[in-house]
Nanobody, 123 residues
Framework: QVQLVESGGGLVQPGGSLRLACVAS????????MGWYRQAPGEQRELVAT???????NYTNSVQGRFTISIDNVKNTVYLQMNSLKPQDTAVYYC?????????????????WGKGTLVTVSS
């Protein structure tokens, strides 16, 4: 069974940095793409950044230039380097992965989510 496990969250002061990591395990297939979403208290979950297996990236405007997403296709691992953190970046960060589905033949892709890691930016 596919599992996504995030790590790297914590408490950091404004202007500081954190690096999140997420490993997709329980599969012999390489991910099609991975990404990070976040949900602040009282808010809806929003996209932060995504990356395809080929390295194409997409960022939400509020993190452009401060966050960098990267992927290790061999390890099925995605990273999010977060710099110049602001209090408004405080949220639970969720890892997302898209993996191919096979049942003898290709069935399409499946979507998987991690349980989340809390990032708190506060002085």
């Amino acid at each position: 069974q596919v599992q996504l496990v995030e790590s790297g969250g914590g408490l950091v002061q404004p202007g500081g940095s954190l690096r999140l990591a997420c490993v997709a395990s329980g599969t012999s297939f390489r991910v099609v793409g991975m990404g990070w979403y976040r949900q602040a208290p009282g808010e809806q979950r929003e996209l932060v950044a995504t990356i395809t297996r080929s390295g194409q990236t997409n960022y939400t405007n509020s993190v452009q230039g401060r966050f960098t997403i990267s992927i290790d296709n061999v390890k099925n691992t995605v990273y999010l380097q977060m710099n110049s953190l602001k209090p408004q970046d405080t949220a639970v960060y969720y890892c997302h992965a898209e993996l191919p589905l096979y049942d003898g033949s290709y069935l399409g892709t499946g979507t998987y989510w991690g349980k989340g890691t809390l990032v708190t930016v506060s002085s």
